[in-house]
């Protein structure tokens, strides 16, 4: 199960990839990693976190900020996404499909 999550992460760094580029997505990732310290209780639940202390290991449920970098500088999952043909036009939402912003749940009080 773990293996599986470490692997979406690959995938969604290719998405976040291919919507931006290769370089915004790896200084995203650094952004992430070098953020402030863990408060006591994201160190009591590292194992489940990006930068959690277990990283690098099986039982990480993301690979290391290293791993992450390698597989988007190499493209090893960008390659592999399906390319759309399609007029980006017809799949940009209308605003009024968009909810506003009191429907969202965090945006309330």
Same mark, same amino acid.
């Given at each position: 199960?773990?293996? &599986? =999550?470490? /692997?979406?992460?690959?995938? *969604?760094?290719? #998405?976040?990839?291919? &919507?931006?580029? $290769?370089?915004?997505? #790896?200084?995203? @990732?650094?952004k992430l990693h070098n953020g402030p310290e863990l408060s006591e209780f994201e160190r009591q639940h590292a194992g489940l976190m990006f930068r959690g202390v277990a990283a690098g290991s @099986?039982?990480?449920?993301?690979?290391?900020? %290293?791993?992450?970098?390698?597989?988007? +500088? /190499? %493209?090893?999952?960008?390659?592999? &996404?399906? !390319?759309? $043909?399609?007029? #980006? =036009?017809?799949? +940009?939402? =209308?605003? *009024?499909? &968009?909810? $506003? !912003?009191? %429907? #969202? *749940?965090? *945006? $309330?009080?």
């Amino acid at each position: 199960m773990l293996r &599986l =999550s470490r /692997s979406r992460e690959y995938w *969604a760094d290719a #998405i976040g990839a291919a &919507l931006t580029s $290769k370089e915004h997505m #790896i200084a995203a @990732l650094e952004k992430l990693h070098n953020g402030p310290e863990l408060s006591e209780f994201e160190r009591q639940h590292a194992g489940l976190m990006f930068r959690g202390v277990a990283a690098g290991s @099986l039982l990480s449920t993301h690979p290391t900020l %290293e791993e992450r970098r390698a597989a988007l +500088q /190499s %493209e090893a999952y960008l390659n592999r &996404l399906p !390319v759309l $043909k399609a007029n #980006i =036009s017809t799949l +940009q939402p =209308s605003t *009024a499909d &968009l909810p $506003k !912003v009191e %429907e #969202i *749940a965090y *945006a $309330k009080e």
